[in-house]
Every structure is written in structure tokens, then in C-alpha cells.
């Protein structure tokens, strides 16, 4: 099916000559619903004629909820988690994550408030920060970056804390023209 506003998160590979890339949800346009699909889509490069082929596959379960517009990211090519989203019900605070190993969906802390819309990145490995995106219609999430310490070995005693953001004159001074 076709499906919008999917999330995509790679698992490294220790062959350079392919990627792996796990797509997670997505608004299916058929059902008008969202997915809870779960898809590997592998990339192999050929160096010697210089080409590339993609294969689509289901590896892995689906997701307990289906979501749109969310985020997911790598932690240690452990865990996949995804972050909030939005499905028929509204705006989601929901996350969960897939271990790689058992390729099984858990529950993962949900955010303090529902963000959809919005970006996610992993430093050094386990230090996952949130930042924008939408907590319902028509209204952003304002000065607030979530971060969250995950905990490999205990993913669901993880816990998402809020960082207010402040914006002064001085620091607008100091930006570049």
C-alpha cells in the first residue's frame, strides 16, 4: 500500500555495500487509517557496474499502534524507538520500541505531552532528544526540547525529561546576518 508520512530509521550493517532501512506506520491511503506495518527496505550496492537494487520485506511484527507523522531512531542498533505521531484518535504521547534482537514491540515511556510533526536524534549512542512538531491541531509545542537517557538493557525504565528553551535579545545578537 501507499503510505504517507511513514518513519525511517537505518540498521547499520557491517557490509558497506548494503543499507537496511526499518519504515515504520504511515497513513495508508486505501483504509484512509494508520498503519501499523512494520517494512525492511534492504539496498544493495553493486561497486563494480556501479548499481543499486531495492527489496522490500516484512521481518518484523507490526507495531502495537498505528501512528503517522512520527519519528524513530536507532539507539546502539539495539532498540528502534518510535515517538508519538498521530492516528484516528488524535495526537499521540505514546512511543514505543523494537528490540532488535528478540524483533519484538514494547511499550517505551511516553512523553510528557503529544507531539506529532517533529524531529528526533540519538548522541553518543543513547541520549535521544525531541524537539517541534505539533501537540494538537494548529498548535505547535513551544519551548520545550524533551531528551531522554535510554536505558539499553531497561528500555521501559527510561524516563523523558523537558528542557524550556529561552530566546534573549543577546542571543539573537549573536547570530549571524
Same mark, same amino acid.
Given at each position: 500500500p501507499i503510505l504517507r508520512r511513514p518513519s525511517v530509521s537505518e540498521i547499520? +550493517?557491517? =557490509?558497506?555495500? %548494503? %543499507?537496511? $532501512?526499518?519504515?515504520?506506520?504511515?497513513?495508508? @491511503? +486505501? !483504509?484512509? #487509517?494508520s498503519s501499523k506495518s512494520v517494512y525492511? $527496505?534492504?539496498i544493495f550496492h =553493486? %561497486? !563494480?557496474d556501479k !548499481? #543499486?537494487? /531495492?527489496?522490500l520485506d516484512l521481518k518484523y511484527n507490526d507495531t502495537n499502534t498505528g501512528r503517522f507523522l512520527h519519528s524513530s531512531t536507532n539507539i546502539a542498533n539495539k532498540l528502534i524507538i518510535i515517538i508519538g505521531g498521530k492516528n484516528e484518535k488524535g495526537y499521540l504521547n505514546t512511543c514505543?520500541? $523494537?528490540? @532488535?534482537? !528478540?524483533? %519484538?514491540?514494547?511499550a517505551f515511556p511516553s512523553? +510528557?505531552?503529544?507531539?506529532?510533526?517533529? #524531529? /528526533?536524534?540519538?548522541?553518543? =549512542?543513547?541520549k535521544l532528544y525531541v524537539y517541534g512538531g505539533y501537540e494538537s491541531n494548529g498548535v505547535f509545542v513551544k519551548d520545550k526540547l524533551c531528551y531522554c537517557d535510554v536505558n539499553i538493557s531497561q528500555p521501559n525504565?527510561?524516563?523523558?525529561?523537558s528542557l524550556e528553551l529561552k530566546m534573549t535579545n =543577546?542571543? @539573537?545578537? /549573536?547570530?549571524?546576518n
Open positions: 547499520y +550493517q557491517e =557490509d558497506p555495500t %548494503k %543499507k537496511s $532501512l526499518i519504515v515504520t506506520g504511515g497513513f495508508n @491511503l +486505501q !483504509t484512509k #487509517s525492511i $527496505l534492504n =553493486d %561497486k !563494480t !548499481t #543499486s537494487k /531495492a527489496f514505543e520500541y $523494537l528490540d @532488535l534482537v !528478540t524483533q %519484538k514491540w514494547n512523553l +510528557q505531552t503529544p507531539r506529532a510533526n517533529h #524531529s /528526533a536524534t540519538v548522541i553518543n =549512542d543513547n525504565e527510561s524516563k523523558w525529561m =543577546d542571543n @539573537l545578537s /549573536a547570530l549571524p
